[in-house]
């Protein structure tokens, strides 16, 4: 390999990890590309069932260690909630739902760096979206001694084939397939997916895509009565049932699943206290 070729020497690098198929080839790419340690860590921002067995998945795909961080608190808190309040919408159009989570995430991945006396982190960024502006200028701002490894600017990975491929290859365990090629962001905030037959505006989703709603076609024709009570801009409760900021979220996540959306839904907002 020549001078100009060669990689970076890393020792210890840690992943913002979350399971799906990019970081999940992530793992054994930066042993293979870096010959370093991986760390993989995951922020807990409500993704629930995506969790179940996240650990071992990683630690069999390469992973020296992992960490799980529940988040979700603070994540509301400090970022939804005030995203929430100042009426923050991409372009007037988009709402916020990715996006906010990801200067959380790479704030915990460069504390968890320093305690591991790790010297780069990686994400699994495309190298054409925002994400990767996300992630680093939030590492850079914090830390910027840490060498940022960005594998979608680096590798010969193309596109999910191609990343289904190397899973296969590396033995790696993958929930996506051609067949169901989404690539899923969730929290407690949203699920979004992207990717497979949602590249073209024209085809409307797939019905599978509806995983945390229920597909409008099949929602209930009659509509359900909810009552939200805020103090100082901050939901309590709802229907009268006080909650935390956890709480009030995962009950009015529980009450649009089976609505499926705004429209068969009525709202009642009171300011108290």
Known sequence: MSAKSAKPVVKKCVLAYS?????SI???WLKNTYHCEVIAFCANLGQADELVGLEEKALASGASKVYIEDLRLEFLSDYVFP????????????????????PLIAKKMVEIAEMEGADAVAHG?????NDQVRFELTVMALNPRLRIIAPWREWSIRGR????DYA???????????????????????????GGPLEDPWNEPPKDMFE????????PDEPEYVEIYFRKGIPERVNGVAHGPV??????NEIGARTASAASTSWRIAWWG
């Open 19 to 23: 399971g799906g198929l990019d970081t």
């Open 168 to 194: 296969a290859e590396h033995n790696v365990p993958v929930k996506a397939t051609m067949e169901r090629i989404y690539s899923q962001d969730k929290n407690l905030w949203h699920l979004s997916n992207e």
């Open 125 to 129: 960024a495309t190298g054409k979206g």
């Open 83 to 102: 995203t929430m309040q100042a009426g923050a919408i991409y372009e007037r159009e988009y709402l916020l739902g990715t996006s906010f989570a990801r």
């Open 26 to 28: 992530i793992v054994p």
């Open 161 to 164: 084939r191609d990343a289904l």
């Open 212 to 219: 945390w709603t229920t597909d409008p076609l099949d929602a």
């Open 247 to 252: 709480g009030v979220v995962q009950a009015l």
